[in-house]
Nanobody, 124 residues
Framework: QVQLVESGGGSVQAGGSLRLSCAAS????????VAWFRQAPGKEREGVAR???????YSAASVKGRFTISRDNAKNTVYLQMNSLKPEDTAIYYC??????????????????WGQGTQVTVSS
């Protein structure tokens, strides 16, 4: 049984940083595509970044240069380092897993496993 547990969310001021963690069990993060999505109130869920089994990463244009996705294979955990946070980054952040690799940022429907989400709030 696959379980994804996010942590690390919170409230910060604009310009601050947070690091989100996605701890996986039941599946190896090093053998699957793992992505971070976010959903703000009244908006659709959008892809933020992903990491493939090869280690290649891809980030949405809106976060490129500010957010970095990485993983620790020994801990079976994927991270999202978020720097220079902006109020528009406020959302619930979810990690998700799909078998194999991703092409750029696959849509949410392509992912079969999801975490419960963690709230990120950025104040101006």
């Amino acid at each position: 049984q696959v379980q994804l547990v996010e942590s690390g969310g919170g409230s910060v001021q604009a310009g601050g940083s947070l690091r989100l963690s996605c701890a996986a069990s039941g599946y190896s993060v090093s053998r699957n595509c793992v992505a971070w999505f976010r959903q703000a109130p009244g908006k659709e869920r959008e892809g933020v970044a992903r990491i493939n089994p090869s280690g290649s990463t891809y980030s949405a244009a809106s976060v490129k240069g500010r957010f970095t996705i990485s993983r620790d294979n020994a801990k079976n955990t994927v991270y999202l380092q978020m720097n220079s946070l902006k109020p528009e980054d406020t959302a619930i952040y979810y990690c998700a897993l799909r078998g194999g690799s991703c092409v750029n940022l696959n849509p949410p429907a392509d992912f079969g496993y999801w975490g419960q989400g963690t709230q990120v709030t950025v104040s101006s």
